[in-house]
Nanobody
C-alpha cells in the first residue's frame, strides 16, 4: 500500500490550502483515512479522520470549523481542505490508512502512512 500526499506549501495566515492523498495497492474503501501533523520538535498530532464511506468525520478541536476532511473512493483519494490557516498550523502533514472502518484519533490504529507534505503558514 502506498500513500502519496501533496498540496502543501507556503501560505499567509488566513489563507487556504487543499491537501490530497492518493492511495494505491489497496482496496481504498476498506480503510478509514486520517490526517496527522508534526510540527518541529513536537510529537505527532491527530488532525482529522473520515470513515470508509465518508459519512463520518472527526476533528481535533483546534481545527474544527476551519478544516474539512473528505474522500472520493472512486479516485482512491482523501482530501484535507484547510481554511483560515494560522501560523500554529505549520507542520508536516501525513495521511494514513486505518485498520478500522470508522476512523481513529490514535496513530496506533493506522497501518499505512504517507511520506508527508510540508505546510508553512506565515504571520
Amino acid at each position: 500500500v502506498q500513500l502519496q500526499a501533496c498540496g502543501g506549501g507556503l501560505v499567509q495566515a488566513g489563507g487556504s490550502l487543499r491537501l490530497s492523498c492518493a492511495a494505491s495497492g489497496c482496496t481504498f474503501s476498506s480503510y478509514a483515512m486520517g490526517w496527522f501533523r508534526q510540527a518541529p520538535g513536537k510529537e505527532y498530532e491527530f488532525v482529522a479522520t473520515v470513515s470508509w464511506s465518508g459519512g463520518n468525520t472527526y476533528y481535533t478541536d483546534s481545527v474544527k470549523g476551519r478544516f474539512t476532511i473528505s474522500r472520493v473512493n472512486a479516485k482512491n483519494t482523501v482530501y484535507l481542505q484547510m481554511n483560515s490557516l494560522k501560523p500554529e498550523d505549520t507542520a508536516v502533514y501525513y495521511c494514513a490508512a486505518s485498520r478500522t472502518l470508522i476512523g481513529s484519533q490514535y496513530p496506533m490504529e493506522y497501518l499505512y502512512w504517507g511520506r508527508g507534505t510540508q505546510v508553512t503558514v506565515s504571520s
